[in-house]
């Protein structure tokens, strides 16, 4: 017969949730599996997720990030709270269609009926076409689909 499992003090839980976020010590691990184990890091501020790779990976370099960028292991996106994230390119397209429908509802929302929802899925079919042929940079996105639309200051995901 099994004994009662055994609960963990307040410390050991802290102490085990540190470990996993790679904070009691830095962790011999690539940039993108890094991402993984934590989750993703929140890169609104850019400087915030070089610090925190910094933290978390053994002999990170400021560099590590770009190339892992530029070689597409790793993709900085808008994600949780619709807030910019740097997760590995396995995670992102798993997170960033688990928030799809939260964020889309929450977009919608924030220009109250300046867009219907089929003008915004007649500007997704046009980026999704320019895409199709390589990246976009913000002004040719802004070309296909205009400005972003200045978020009300209530307006949250």
Do not use: C
């Not at 929140?42 to 925190?52: E, I, L």
């Not at 003008?119 to 895409?131: M, S």
Request: a positive charge.
């Amino acid at each position: 017969m099994a004994g009662t499992p055994r609960t963990l003090t307040q410390r050991e839980l802290n102490r085990a949730l540190l470990a996993r976020q790679l904070l009691l010590e830095r962790a011999r691990v690539t940039v993108p599996q890094a991402l993984e184990r934590v989750g993703g890091i929140q890169a609104q501020y850019a400087p915030s997720t070089y610090v925190g790779l910094w933290s978390r990976v053994a002999g990170f370099e400021r560099d590590d990030l770009t190339r892992a960028l530029e070689r597409r292991t790793v993709v900085q996106g808008t994600l949780m709270r619709a807030t910019i994230h740097a997760v590995s390119a396995g995670d992102y397209w798993p997170l960033a269609v688990a928030v799809r429908q939260a964020r889309r509802e929450w977009a919608l929302s924030v220009v109250r009926g300046e867009l219907a929802e089929r003008e915004v899925a007649a500007a997704a079919g046009r980026v999704r076409k320019q895409l199709g042929a390589g990246t976009l940079r913000r002004a040719e996105l802004e070309e296909l689909v205009g400005p972003a639309p200045a978020a009300s200051p209530s307006a949250s995901p």
